[in-house]
């Protein structure tokens, strides 16, 4: 579904991402997990089309199409169009407008109203929590509800593919499982997610494949519960 | 001062405060969303003006079609200004568009000189327009009433736009997080030119009634009311439509009731606008209708 060869990404002089190949099918959560400056962020954000001039090959193949559609160089509106939606990090949830104004924001490309009203009731359903704080201000809920409001958001324009930029930033331990038991929850469903975490063990518990990033490179993969298992990365990620 | 003349001056400033409000709100739209001054607005104020003289006097079209020809001209000379000034400098900091704003005002207003001449000429009011009608003692002229009235029902509809439509939904979106707005789908570039387009309409429409009221048009006139409407939009919180019309209204109750009470302040009228300012910057720096200000990410 989704395929990157040999992406690299500079900011300035820096080399932040140099030359890591992804690849993602249809059905799958996977994971692209490491420190702080790996290159995960700027990954997922290349997709979205909010790097500009990064090297490499980004394919997309959306379920009408056989043939992959090169993604470089589209604007990020586009790539909601084309089934891609980015949560991003650290939530960005609109704190002015209210958690059902956020929901329609999410919505915006889509134009039948029976549809939208749907997929509200399906991401109230996924969280009751937003159902009950529906006029609230987006600025007024607290940090997992707000986790929650980016996610259903990201959801709201139906993506075939969707992407979680560190979702469980800033989350108490007891939100982060039930933040990540909803994910676990979309992918059953048959969404396709890629996931960007820095905490190794909740993304790995849950990805069907993982990639290790370390300053730009993919220094390991496998499936998540081989990484689970690794020595190395239960040394360097999930404290020994 | 007995009652007959208060209501007159009462619907005087309701007037002159709409028109005032009505420019206000292009500047409090841009501002709210790019953090821009549009020194142009004023500008194309002048221009709506302008267009409906041209419409109706030189090639003598009826007045309806003349002022939705003006009103469409003004609007494209907005988008056109946003397009050429302030999109390319879109992801350049803030100073470069503010800078790029006092220039097209120069521009705008020396193609004017250039294009109209400098001189003032005379708008013809449409005799129905200043037939008087008494009310009791009071004697109104229909275009007094018709100003706040139809400021009134533009304001009510833009409100609408803003806080029930989709792409008022992405407005509100752009002005506080220009970049997640963008991965919600909402082509960032189209929904700025919306509000250039909506913002230069009202003001090309207050630049006719203004023509109208005050029965001349010049290549400056849009000067003093831009910088008045600009303080009402600061008086009544940058950023706030409600708040650029409240802005608008105080700003014309207090240029005119001063006048009226103290006839002989006359001279002075226009510096009650910029004491408002000076006074609402050290009260309350948000305006009276405004969030507090955070710095854009």
């Known amino acids: ?12 002089g820096i080399h932040a991402v140099k030359g890591i190949d992804v690849s993602i099918r249809r059905g799958e959560i996977v994971t692209l997990i490491g420190a702080n400056g790996a290159g995960k962020s700027s990954t997922i954000r290349a997709i979205a089309g909010l790097v500009r001039g990064f090297k490499g090959f980004i394919g997309y193949t959306s379920d009408q199409e056989k043939q992959p559609v090169r993604l470089n160089g589209r604007r990020p509106e586009e790539m909601v169009r084309m089934g891609i939606a980015l949560s991003p990090e650290g939530r960005r949830i609109l704190p002015h ?30 969280f009751p ?23 259903g958001r990201a959801l709201m324009s139906r993506p075939e593919l969707l992407m979680l930029d560190e979702p469980s930033l800033g989350l108490a331990p007891m939100l982060v499982s039930e933040v990540f038991n909803v994910i676990g929850e979309i992918n059953r469903q048959g969404k396709t997610i890629l996931l960007v975490e820095q905490n ?15 300053v730009g490179s993919v220094v390991l993969q496998g499936t998540g519960e081989e990484l689970l298992h690794n020595p190395q990365v239960r040394e360097a990620y999930l404290g020994g | 001062m007995n009652l007959n003349m208060f209501v007159q001056h009462f619907i005087n400033a309701l007037g002159l405060g709409s028109l005032y409000g009505l420019i206000a709100i292009g500047y409090t739209m841009v501002y709210g969303i790019l953090r821009l001054i549009n020194f142009a607005h004023g500008d194309i104020f002048m221009l709506g003006a302008y267009f409906v003289f041209f419409a109706t006097i030189q090639f003598k079209l009826p007045w309806e079609f003349g002022v939705s020809l003006a009103i469409a001209g003004a609007t494209l ?10 999109r390319p400098l879109r992801s350049a900091p803030r100073i470069s568009a503010l800078i790029s704003a006092i220039g097209v005002s120069f521009f705008l207003e020396n193609l004017a000189i250039v294009m109209f001449t400098g001189m003032p000429r005379a708008v013809l009011q449409p005799p129905w327009l200043m037939k008087p009608i008494l009310v009791g003692d009071v004697r109104l ?29 992405a407005m509100r979106s752009i002005s506080h997080d220009i970049e997640t707005t ?3 789908g909402v082509s960032v570039d189209r929904i700025i030119a919306l509000t250039f387009a909506l913002g230069s309409a009202l003001a090309a429409l207050a630049g006719i009634m203004w023509a109208l009221r005050y029965p001349r048009v010049e290549p400056f006139m849009g000067i003093f009311p831009g910088f008045k409407a600009f303080i009402a939009a600061v008086f009544g919180g940058i950023g706030s439509i409600p708040g650029a019309m409240v802005g608008g209204l105080a700003l014309g109750f207090v240029e005119i009731m001063s006048v009226a009470f103290f006839p002989n302040l006359s001279g002075y009228k226009d510096a009650f606008a910029f004491v408002l300012l000076i006074v609402i910057l050290l009260i309350r720096p948000t305006g009276l209708m405004g969030e507090k200000m955070e710095e854009k990410i």
């Open chain 2, 182 to 184: 963008r991965l919600m």
């Open chain 1, 200 to 214: 190794a063990f909740a993304a790995l518990s849950i990805a069907h494949k993982a990639y290790v990033l370390e």
């Open chain 1, 1 to 12: 579904m989704l395929d990157i060869q040999n992406l690299n990404i500079w900011y300035g």
């Open chain 2, 141 to 169: 002229i229909p275009l007094g009433l018709m100003v706040p009235t139809i400021s009134f029902v533009l304001v009510s509809g833009l409100l609408w736009i803003v806080y029930r439509t989709r792409p008022g939904l």
């Open chain 1, 129 to 151: 929590r937003l159902q009950e704080r529906r006029s609230q201000k987006g600025g007024t809920l607290s940090g997992g509800e707000q986790q929650m409001l980016a996610v």
């Open chain 1, 97 to 126: 407008l209210t958690v059902e104004e956020n929901l329609r924001l999410g919505a915006y490309t889509r134009g039948s109203r029976a549809e939208i009203a749907y997929d509200m009731d399906y991401v109230y359903n996924l």
């Open chain 2, 77 to 86: 000379c907005g988008l056109l200004v946003d397009r050429i000034a302030y």
